[in-house]
């Protein structure tokens, strides 16, 4: 219960940005078309925000259901990544609490629970109560926005879209863990800037993601096998003047 | 309830939820299958870095000079204090300054 507390705690500033977000989305929503029942369904059973943004966009009379399912797949692709790095948060925990708990995983309350998980252990608890704030931040902000229209803030002018880099800034730079992680790393944001541009949806997330771990796996692959090669020369040295003494 | 959900609407959110449901998860439950030590377990220990990078630095690149400086200012703020909220209301008090002097 308190790691559920203190994962709300910790995910109050995102909550805010998401609530701003979620206001001028939902009145895009209300537009394009949407009403407040398929809004409050996309917010609770998919809680994804750009997935929906795209799939607000695709909205038309009749719905082209394939095109929505594969954009969204292109979106979220990042999720298979984002779920396999909550490994070690839920390392021998049972199945049914991973797959309770999955549902509530979104960017915000993940790198949340990520920094905190280096930072000393975050639970299962933590991600979860990141997730409860952050999906009735979401769902309050989208509906509001799609049934009250225009009283909604603009995010661009109080400076929200910008808070949301700065907080997203600042957790990636509590993983820092030293010089060893500066080449993965600028090959992880290398391929995401190129990816951004060259690549549809979010696909650029998941290409930086999966490039940048490649690169620290080549390294340490590269530095095993320099070690080797300089034990191997050291074992022979031995073996030689081993030798040469009897 | 056919002016809540028009045609295609419910098979849509529910293909799109299962499928967003399914990497989460999905992604979760193939970890669990890689080995504990090696390049798999280093692969998975770099991922959050270099997804949370993904995610920032093309947007903070839209941002231009002056969003490099308030990223600049807010990672000191961050360093300084370890607190998100002041980490944020400094991002939002600079681009507001610097948007009223647009």
């Known amino acids: ?18 609530m701003a977000y979620g206001g001028v989305f939902g009145v895009l929503s209300a537009n394009h078309g949407v009403s407040w029942a398929e809004m409050l369904a996309m917010d609770l059973l998919m809680f994804a925000g750009s997935a929906q943004l795209v799939m607000i966009e695709m ?5 082209p259901v394939f095109a929505v399912g594969l954009a969204v797949l292109i979106i979220n692709i990042r999720y298979l990544l984002i779920g396999a790095s909550l490994q070690p948060v839920f390392d021998g925990r049972p199945l049914w609490k991973k ?3 999955m549902h509530l995983v979104a960017d915000e309350n993940w790198a949340v629970t990520i920094a905190a998980h280096r930072d000393g252990g ?8 990141g997730g409860l704030l952050l999906v009735t931040a979401w769902t309050a902000a989208t509906l509001s926005g799609n049934l009250l229209g225009g009283l909604v803030m603009e995010p661009r002018r109080w400076g929200l879209d910008f808070a ?12 820092w863990q030293g010089r060893d992680d500066f080449l993965p790393w600028l090959v992880a944001a290398g391929l995401a800037v190129a990816g951004e541009r060259l690549l549809p949806g979010k696909l650029y997330i ?3 993601g999966v490039g940048g ?5 080549i390294l340490e692959m590269v530095k095993v096998r320099k070690h080797v090669a300089i034990d191997d020369k050291g074992c022979n040295g031995m073996i030689q003047s081993g030798v040469e003494e009897n | 309830m056919n002016d809540l959900f028009q045609l295609g609407a419910v098979p849509a959110i529910l293909l799109a939820s299962g499928l967003t449901y399914g990497l989460r998860l999905g992604g979760l439950l193939l970890a669990d299958r890689l080995p504990r030590s090696g390049p798999a377990r280093r692969f998975l220990d770099y991922l959050p870095g270099t997804i949370l990078l993904s995610l920032t630095v093309p947007g903070a690149l839209h941002a231009g000079v002056e969003g490099m400086i308030g990223l ?12 998100m909220l002041l980490t944020m209301a400094a991002g939002m008090a600079g681009v507001c300054l610097l948007r009223l002097f647009d």
């Not at chain 1, 219960?1 to 998401?18: D, E, H, R, Y």
């Not at chain 1, 909205?59 to 719905?63: G, Q």
């Not at chain 1, 975050?122 to 109560?129: C, E, I, N, R, T």
């Open chain 1, 99 to 101: 797959v309770l708990c």
């Open chain 2, 72 to 83: 600049g200012t807010c990672l000191l703020v961050f360093m300084r204090t370890r607190s």
């Open chain 1, 1 to 18: 219960m308190k790691a559920l507390v203190k994962g709300m705690q910790a995910n109050i500033p995102l909550a805010i940005s998401a």
């Open chain 1, 59 to 63: 909205w038309s009379s009749p719905i």
């Open chain 1, 206 to 208: 998941a290409l930086g």
């Open chain 1, 213 to 217: 771990a490649l690169t620290a796996v």
């Open chain 1, 164 to 175: 949301f880099i700065a907080i997203f800034a600042a957790l990636t730079l509590s993983l």
């Open chain 1, 122 to 129: 975050a639970s299962p608890a933590f991600l979860v109560g």
